[in-house]
């Protein structure tokens, strides 16, 4: 959903693995769109990348591109959490379930999730659980 750093297109390609494949240029990390096809893609990464307010535009984006059994990957600040059990509810009402979770680490969690289909609510619904807390950041 954000722009790739530059090296990423410059990267030597492995022996054996054939050519790089061209794709168009990624989004602006403004947008929520990015500029591939309805279900193309396998996995969808989500790592300290859901700061915005439309944390929602940006999951439902995620199914769109994702393959039907797609993962989507989540990895974000565990103080952000209110409540994990209201997140991964807004997360399932989108057309996700959970296939794992890690709350064992006190700086991070982590969940992946798999595509099951469309967002099974409409655009006008409040899911409250999509609404993470600002990062908090200690001096050590």
């Not at 054996?16 to 769109?33: D, E, H, T, Y």
């Not at 700086?107 to 595509?115: E, R």
Request: aromatic residues 8%; neutral net charge.
């Amino acid at each position: 959903m954000f722009e790739e750093p530059e090296w990423a297109e410059a990267a030597p390609v492995a022996a054996g693995l054939g050519p790089v494949i061209s794709r168009p240029p990624p989004a602006a990390s403004s947008q929520n769109k990015v500029p591939l096809e309805d279900e193309s893609v396998d996995v969808a990464v989500f790592c300290l990348s859901l700061m915005g307010t439309n944390i929602r535009d940006f999951l439902e984006e995620a199914n769109r591109v994702l393959k039907p059994g797609g993962l989507l990957k989540v990895a974000e600040v565990s103080s952000r959490f209110e409540d994990v059990r209201t997140f991964l509810r807004a997360v399932t009402k989108l057309g996700f379930k959970i296939v794992s979770k890690d709350l064992s680490n006190s700086h991070f969690f982590l969940f992946d999730f798999q595509k099951t289909g469309p967002p099974l609510v409409g655009p006008k619904a409040q899911l409250s659980g999509l609404q993470l807390q600002p990062c908090l950041y200690k001096r050590r």
